[in-house]
């Protein structure tokens, strides 16, 4: 069964008819004890076992490069055994690797070990990366224009009717049209824009490179892109450069599914019907990486009848294994290159660093936008915490009112529990002065209503908790919402450090909380030590019935005075011991009721704590002012952009005007240069005068007369202005000579212009 073969520095692709297939391009052996798992792919030799992960698993211990590097053991028998076992594996199990194998031609090296594995075993065909491309986008004997963007390489191929007949390769690592993190395309944004100018700009350059031997076409030529740093949304790219680099009419852009994987699948498509070497590969074709079973050299010729007119016809085929000349954007049409001329050096320093400039004020404007998002995020949270702030301190405030209404009930039934004691009281003050109302007794200890208050103060205890609880449950609430925005203005450095004084703000409250829990505890603890010393119903109405009892014994022995006529000495004594004995019962029973009103005043002073720990909810109202401090800073970080934008516009303005202040002084200087006489044009000047004058010396001599102007006044007249001129040209020439620094000038202007004028003027006044 043939297959296709993708090999990069990280991973390997595998394609067969079943499907495709991603592995690592690494290896480990496996110890005695160690067997693969359901992610791994294993190989066995006779030296051990070895793993192969698969792509994505980060996590894999590699011992070494299957391909492209030093591998363990015996390279060649592990090689092959892992690319039989991917085949396999990639082809469901179904079969082996019996056919051709197609390679994606991307590094000769690793062609070699590939080749020295299988040599024995299949043979392994080259496909150019580009053609590869083409034949999964367009089928066979394809008509486009095929690019891999790779892992800091791409490569481009113009096939026509299946036939490459132009190649390209351009690293683009490191250079300003890096694409290796490019963003998404398909996004609104500055920084999507500069990925698509990247993108463009990488076409241009391999449009270059291939115009050198682009033919002349009539039909339009689509694009196919692939490889793993293909993008998406590549509908937004202005492929126009391409059309006029090209001078073809270029078609849509298409991407096929999995673009990462689109070379191995055209690699597969390319062997196999057979042995890509069994037909001759026309002179005009640029590579030999190809399928000629899926090309048609005929329609090709017809195709580019005009190009093989012109010099086409002698081009000699690309060599196994060549790569053409690296592109760059300087690469022009007909192979002259402008970026390697040595007077355009300085040209491309300056537009890379242009280019740097560029890439760092899109990340500017990028983080300008996103701190936007991040700022109108912050003010979202910040209202949403401002409302359940509101929320909060409105659920505070009713439970606090709800507490108030339970103390006051509290201490309405305390007030009629201390009613009951008096009138207790007041019964056993009777029982002493013997006389005793058993009814208002009993009605008075039934009107002790114990079991109600302790079920009244269960009821406030379970109130209060509940209430405190649900205070609790929404403070842990505010801080899970504090926490959301400090995660949301990370990136803003000013605005974390008042997030996490608002945390610490929680914190606080969140221990005053916790006291208050404690406080409650407490409480409880309290009212079951009250329970504990209270006297319950039982023993209350066992009191009752005593006292009952004594009533009616002091009935009967009223009614045993008034029949007879003297006491027994005896039996007052006993009597005075009964009496003793009661009066005694009545102490132990009113001290009893001490305790009770002890602790019943111990347990309002602990009320009275725990409603002024409930005040501690007004902690949540700092929280306001935190989330106002933050939104203050952020606004004086917005003005003080602001701010700085209109200073770049002013900088701006005043070095427009400063190259406007040189443009102008140059053309001065320019003009002034072209006005100003040379010491040439003196000299000719100057020799001319003295011609003239020694003429008219000779003709003064001759006509034996005394010196005077030739032609009269008007002569005279002529001379003195022609004197004038000479001195005024000369004195501007000097005084230019001497702005623009250049004082021996001017000396000559003195000397040689000026110096005859003067000459010339005191000869004529003498005349």
Known sequence: MPAGIDI??????????????????????????????????????????????????????????????????????????????????????????????????????????????????VAVERVDPGMAVCYDAFGSSPTGLGVVISEGVAYATLAVEGVPFATARCTYEGRWYDVTDAADLGEQSVRSEWARIQYETLLAALAAELARRTPTLDQPVGIALGGEATPEAVGSLDVSFVDKALDVDVGPVAVPDAPEEAPARGALAAVQDGDVSTRPVPAFAATDGYAPNLADVDATADAIAESLDGSGEGARPATAGHQPEEAGPGASRGGARIDTAEGASSSASHALRVAAALDRLVDRIDATERLDDLRNEVDAAIAEVEARLDERKQDSAETVVDLETSVAELERELG??????????????GLEDGDVDAPDVSGAVESMAVDALQADIDAVESDLSSRIEGLWEEVDDLNDDVVDVSARVGELPDIEGAVESTRESVRELSDETADLRTSLGELQETVESLESETATRGDIQSVAADLDGVADDLETLRRQFEGVDRVDPKQVEGLQQDLDALRDTVLNHAQRLEGVEGTTSDLDDRLERAYRNTAKAEALSSLQAEVNRVEDRAVTAEEAATGAEKTVTDVEGTVSSLREDVDQLRSMTD????????????????????????????????????????????????????????????????????????????????????????WLWLSLADV
């Open 8 to 121: 990069r520095e990280r991973t390997i692709l595998v394609a067969t008819p079943a499907g495709t297939a991603r592995y690592r391009n690494a290896i480990r052996r496996l110890e005695d004890a160690e067997t693969g798992d359901g992610a791994t792919l294993t190989v066995s030799l006779d030296g051990g076992s070895y793993a192969i992960d698969v792509a994505g698993d980060d996590g894999a211990d590699d011992q070494g490069y299957l391909f492209g590097g030093a591998a363990t053991g015996d390279p060649a028998d592990l090689r092959r055994a892992a690319v039989e076992a991917m085949v396999a594996e990639s082809s469901g199990g179904a079969s082996e690797l019996e056919g051709p194998l197609g390679y994606v031609d991307c590094d000769g090296e690793v062609y070699t070990e590939l080749s020295d594995a299988l040599v024995d075993r």
């Open 416 to 429: 009629e529990l201390a009613d009951d004691v008096g009138e207790i009281r007041a019964v056993l003050a």
């Open 671 to 758: 003009s002034l240069a072209e006005n100003t006489p040379t010491r040439s044009t003196v000299d000719e000047s100057l020799d001319d005068i003295e011609r003239r004058l020694e003429a008219l010396e000779h003709g003064q001599q001759q006509s034996g007369e005394q010196p005077a102007p030739v032609g009269g006044v008007a002569s005279k007249f002529m001379l003195q202005l022609l004197a004038v001129g000479l001195a005024s040209v000369g004195g501007l020439a000097s005084v230019l000579a001497i702005e623009l620094d250049l004082v021996p000038l001017a000396v000559g202007f003195l000397v040689l212009v000026i110096g005859p004028a003067g």
